[in-house]
């Protein structure tokens, strides 16, 4: 009476390893970094740990970005407050199995620990910085367009001829170099009858307000303001409110600033205008990693052009809930 029993065990046994054998457990990896069972992709995130402005932005567009792309990752973002931090949390990120990192660091430091994610086989896409690691993609904004969007605005509001106060920021480096230089050089092209004075300033409110309130002390007249900052170019607004000049007819910006955006409409004697150097960009790098880890080709460096606001668009740019 055992035999039968003994005999549909043995089909049994035969039939889970026929099933086996055809892939019916579904967890093997492809050549994608997914599943075959359609597991999502790990990415992770890394950002500094900054709750308000322009940076503060940055993590909150990623992570927007990574929320709507849920279907098809997994993310973890990390926030922190100098490279030894966000170096030991790339090292966790490792740990936990990320495929593909999204980094913006804002500190000297990272290309050690960036270069060992990428030994690693891990895809890291680094945003804005430009990092010194072999293999790295990199998504940023273009500052040189930046400025020579800003000179062709200003030509195109005051004509050819006119006074215009320019606005650098040298502790900011490359980024007022290479602001300035796209101006400088538009300008010398299509306006070269156009009087130039540069003054240093920061990349504050309290900056523009102080350092813009001294030179209209020293110009009385003044057609048009190079500033490539919108935090700084809010202080130059308000100073010019504050003086009562009515001379000013154009106040550029730079980066994409709610607070400034919505400034806008309410200035109807003054052009004011951002050339965005928007921190949503960001989310072009969560997307560029996603494309990586499916396959897809995508170029080691993505420059993204410039969008210029004004009163005529600012309406498409607003965002209650940014930081920034």
């Not at 932005?57 to 849920?70: D, I």
């Not at 990320?98 to 990272?110: D, L, R, S, T, Y």
Request: glycine fraction near 8%.
């Amino acid at each position: 009476m055992r035999k039968p029993f003994r005999i549909l065990s043995f089909v049994s046994i035969l039939f889970l390893v026929f099933l086996s054998a055809c892939g019916g457990g579904g967890n093997a990896k492809d050549n994608k970094g997914g599943t075959s069972s359609g597991d999502k992709f790990k990415v992770g995130i890394l950002a500094p740990a900054v709750t308000h402005g322009w940076v503060a932005a940055v993590a909150y567009h990623a992570e927007n970005r990574a929320k709507e792309l849920s279907d098809e990752i997994e993310y973890q973002i990390q926030t922190s407050s100098d490279a030894d931090e966000m170096s030991s949390q790339l090292d966790d990120l490792m740990t936990w199995g990320a495929e593909a990192i999204v980094a913006f660091p804002q500190w000297e430091g990272m290309e050690v620990s960036i270069q060992k994610a990428l030994d690693e086989g891990i895809h890291v896409v680094n945003f804005d910085i430009e990092i010194n690691a072999d293999g790295v993609y990199r998504v940023a904004g273009d500052n040189e367009d930046m400025g020579i969007q800003g000179a062709k605005y200003i030509v195109d509001k005051i004509g050819e001829e006119g006074l215009v106060v320019i606005l650098e920021n040298p502790s900011a480096g490359s980024v007022s170099q290479l602001r300035t230089k796209g101006f400088n050089e538009t300008i010398k092209d299509i306006a070269p009858n156009m009087e130039l004075k540069t003054y240093a300033t920061e990349f504050t409110r309290e900056a523009g307000l102080r350092d813009f309130a001294d030179i209209l002390t020293s110009l009385d007249h003044i057609d048009a303001v190079f500033s490539i900052d919108d935090e700084t170019s809010i202080g130059v607004l308000q100073a010019i409110e504050e003086a009562g000049r009515t001379d000013i007819q154009v106040v550029t910006g730079g980066g994409g600033a709610q607070d400034y955006f919505n400034m806008m409409p309410k200035n109807e004697d003054i052009w004011i205008q951002s050339a965005l150097y928007s921190p949503a960009m960001v989310m072009d790098a969560v997307d560029l990693a996603l494309k990586v880890l499916k396959g897809e080709y995508v170029e080691k460096q993505v420059i993204i052009p410039t969008t210029v606001v004004d009163r005529d668009n600012y309406e498409e740019f607003l965002d209650a809930d940014s930081p920034y």
